[in-house]
Structures are given as structure tokens and as C-alpha cells.
């Protein structure tokens, strides 16, 4: 997710609120962080612990998420091709 974002170990801290040594310990010295920290980096990057942990397909979504997706089912083929197109210009 760092990666996708373009985000450096520092940048993760910072946005985290987390020192930079702990997350520096995290990446390089095999550190597991607390069930406390890693739902503060979660939340950083938007995501619940659940969606963090998840495999394949199946994630938690947050009520954000939910209300998007619910109202997308209404959409027409054309309105989601649009709403697809603006969302990969944001990217």
C-alpha cells in the first residue's frame, strides 16, 4: 500500500502519528506491532483491521464504502463506465 501511494517509511509515521523507528523496525528488523498499532497504519491507509487481514475477494467494507456500493448497483452501464473513468483520473 506504501508503494501504491507513493509513500516512504517517514511519510507512514507521519501519517500515522507512529515514530519512524517503529516502523523502521517493523519493515526491517521483523518487529510485530501491537493489535493498537497496526489498527493506527490501518487507518492511515483507509482500511479496517479486517480488510487488512483478508484474502482473495472478501473484505469488510467500512460505511463509506457500503454507501458507495450500494448506490452503484442503481447505476447504468454507461454511468458506471463514467464514474470508472473519473475515479482512474484521480489515481
Known amino acids: ?7 516512504s517509511e517517514y511519510r507512514l509515521a507521519k501519517e500515522c502519528g ?13 518487529y510485530q506491532p501491537s493489535l493498537a ?3 493506527i497504519i490501518c487507518k492511515s491507509f ?3 483491521l479486517s480488510q487488512f ?4 475477494c472478501m473484505v469488510e467494507l ?4 457500503y454507501e458507495f456500493f450500494k448506490r ?10 463514467l464514474v ?6 484521480f489515481k
Open 37 to 39: 498499532s497496526l489498527e
Open 84 to 89: 470508472s473513468e473519473l475515479i482512474r483520473q
Open 1 to 7: 500500500m506504501m508503494d501504491e501511494r507513493g509513500w
Open 72 to 81: 452503484w448497483k442503481f447505476l447504468s452501464p454507461e454511468q458506471k463506465q
Open 18 to 30: 507512529v515514530s519512524q523507528s517503529t516502523i523502521s523496525n517493523i519493515f526491517n528488523r521483523n
Open 46 to 48: 483507509g482500511i479496517t
Open 62 to 65: 467500512d460505511e463509506e464504502q
Open 53 to 56: 487481514f483478508a484474502e482473495g
